[in-house]
C-alpha cells in the first residue's frame, strides 16, 4: 500500500495523464530499465499501478506505438521498438534545449547573472556532481 | 461503443421543487463515470430514477435499450450501491452475500470472498452490529462482486479510512480491466478518483452542468499568479472563475484552454500558471466552499 501511494504521486496534475504515463516509458528507456526488444506491461498493469483509467494508460501507450517507439506483437504484448532509445535521447535533446536552456538563460538575465558567471555556475554544477 | 443507458429531458418535481431539472446524458458501454456535483444538487436522484426506484415527472429513460420499470431483464443487469442501504435485521454478512449471488447473474463468488479477506470482514457478524465503515465494506464487495453490466456507487465509502478507500480502488480497476462494464462513481473525494474517471457528469442546482471526457476537463480552467496590476491586465477579456488577493499578490483562476498566445503572454507579465484539479473546478463551477463530507465520514 505504501508502495502505491508512492507510485500515484509519481503522476501529478499539470499535463494530461497520459502524457505523464508515455514520458514514464520513455524514460525507463533511455534510463535503460526497459531495454530494447524487451516487453512493456501491459495496459491493465499500468492502470492498476498508477490507479489511473485504463483507456488513459492505453492512450499514452498508443501515443508510443504511433511514433514507433514501441510496437505490438499480436497476442503477446507491447515491445520496445530497435533503435528506439537513440531516437528518445535525440528528441529529449530538442527538448532540453526548449526547457532549460531557455528558460535558464531568461531567469539568469532576470537575476542580472552574466553569460560568464552563468557559464562558471554550469562548471561549478558539473564538479559538484 | 453502444450506448447503454439514454437519458432524454428527465424531470423530478416534488410538490413546486424540481429536484431533477431537464437533463439529458447517455451513459456508453464499458466507461468509467463520475456523477458529481454538490449535495443535493440532484444526484441521487437522477440514480434512483435509473434504478427504476422512483418515477420520473417528465422525460424519458431507456436502460439497455428499454425502460427500467418493473423490468427484470433491465433490472438484472444493474447493481445500485446505496450511501444507507438497509438490510434485513436477522441478516449476517454471509447472508447478504449468499442473497446477492442469487440477484446477479454474473455473480463470483470466490470473487466476492476474496474481498471479504481483504476488507477483513467478520463472515458471521449480524449486518447491525457492523461499524458504518464496514457496512460500506459490505457494499463494495456487493457491488464488485456483482459484475453488473451497469454498476452505480453512490457515495460508497462512508466511514471507510484512507487505506480501504485505496483497496477499493485498486480491486476496482483491476477487475474492471479483466470484466470491463459500466461504472458509475458518486463521491465527493474527486481528488482521490479523479484519474480512474473516463468520464464526468456535473449535476448541480438538478440541471447538467458538464458532460465531458475527464481529459478535455484536465484543460478547462487554469489558475495565473502574480502582481495584481500585472494579473488583472491578462484576466481583462477572459472569464474569471475566481479570485484573490493578498497584499500586491493575485491569483485568478480562468475558465478556458491555455492556448499558447495565453502561455506567452502570462511569460512576458512574469506571472506563473498553474494547472487547476477536476474538484478546483467543479467547486468553482457550483459555487461556494468545498464540501465537509468527508468530516461527516470519520
Known amino acids: 500500500m505504501v508502495v502505491k501511494q508512492k507510485m500515484s504521486v509519481l503522476i501529478d496534475d499539470s499535463r494530461p495523464i497520459f502524457m505523464q504515463i508515455a514520458e514514464r516509458i520513455e524514460n525507463d528507456i533511455i534510463e535503460g530499465r526497459l531495454a530494447e526488444e524487451s516487453q512493456v506491461p501491459s495496459t491493465n498493469q499500468f492502470a492498476a499501478f498508477y490507479q489511473i483509467n485504463p483507456a488513459t494508460a492505453a492512450k499514452g501507450v498508443n501515443q508510443l506505438v504511433d511514433q514507433g517507439i514501441l510496437y505490438k506483437k499480436r497476442g503477446i504484448g507491447m515491445f520496445v521498438a530497435e533503435g528506439s532509445r537513440a531516437r528518445l535521447l535525440e528528441n529529449r535533446k530538442e527538448q532540453f534545449y526548449e526547457q532549460y536552456v531557455v528558460t535558464m538563460v531568461r531567469e539568469a538575465e532576470k537575476l542580472g547573472i552574466t553569460a560568464e558567471q552563468l557559464s562558471e555556475m554550469i562548471r561549478r554544477g558539473e564538479r559538484s556532481q | 461503443m453502444s450506448t447503454i443507458v439514454k437519458v432524454d429531458r428527465l424531470t423530478k418535481s416534488y410538490k413546486d421543487i424540481d429536484a431533477v431539472k431537464d437533463v439529458s446524458f447517455t451513459l456508453e458501454e ?103 465503515g464496514m457496512l460500506s465494506a459490505v457494499g463494495i464487495i456487493v457491488g464488485l462482486a456483482s459484475r453488473a453490466p451497469l454498476t452505480i456507487f453512490d457515495e460508497p465509502y462512508l466511514g471507510l479510512d484512507a487505506v480501504a478507500r485505496s483497496l477499493f480502488y485498486d480491486r ?45 476537463l484536465q484543460g478547462r480552467a487554469y489558475t495565473v499568479v502574480g502582481s495584481s496590476s500585472k494579473v488583472e491586465s491578462f484576466a481583462a477579456g477572459k472569464r474569471v472563475l475566481a479570485r484573490e488577493s493578498m497584499g500586491g499578490l493575485t491569483t485568478v483562476t480562468v475558465m478556458g484552454g491555455a492556448g499558447s498566445d495565453d502561455r506567452k503572454q502570462a511569460l512576458t507579465l512574469g506571472l506563473e500558471m498553474a494547472p487547476v484539479t477536476l474538484q478546483q473546478l467543479v467547486v468553482h463551477l457550483t459555487g461556494g466552499k468545498p464540501e465537509h463530507k468527508e468530516a461527516k465520514a470519520q
Not at chain 2, 449535495?39 to 418515477?55: C, D, E, P, R, V
Not at chain 2, 438497509?86 to 449471488?101: N, S, W
Not at chain 2, 483491476?174 to 457528469?201: K, N
Open chain 2, 172 to 216: 476496482l480497476l483491476e477487475d474492471y480491466a479483466e470484466h470491463p462494464r459500466t461504472i458509475v462513481l458518486s463521491t465527493h473525494l474527486i481528488d482521490e478518483v479523479s484519474r480512474m474517471l473516463e468520464h464526468v457528469i456535473l449535476i448541480d442546482g438538478g440541471k447538467l452542468l458538464l458532460d465531458e471526457e475527464a481529459e478535455q
Open chain 2, 30 to 132: 464499458n466507461k468509467i463515470y463520475g456523477m458529481l456535483g454538490r449535495n443535493g444538487a440532484g444526484k441521487t436522484t437522477i440514480m434512483h430514477l435509473l434504478t427504476a426506484q422512483i418515477f420520473p415527472t417528465g422525460g424519458d429513460i431507456q436502460v439497455f435499450g428499454e425502460a427500467p420499470y418493473e423490468n427484470d431483464r433491465v433490472l438484472s443487469r444493474i447493481c445500485f450501491i446505496k450511501e444507507s442501504q438497509k438490510y434485513p435485521t436477522t441478516f449476517a454478512v454471509r447472508d447478504v452475500l449468499e442473497v446477492a449471488a442469487g440477484l446477479f447473474p454474473k455473480w463470483d463468488r470466490e470473487f466476492a470472498y476474496s474481498l471479504v479477506e481483504d476488507f477483513r470482514l467478520p463472515l458471521k457478524r449480524k449486518m447491525t452490529k457492523l461499524s458504518r
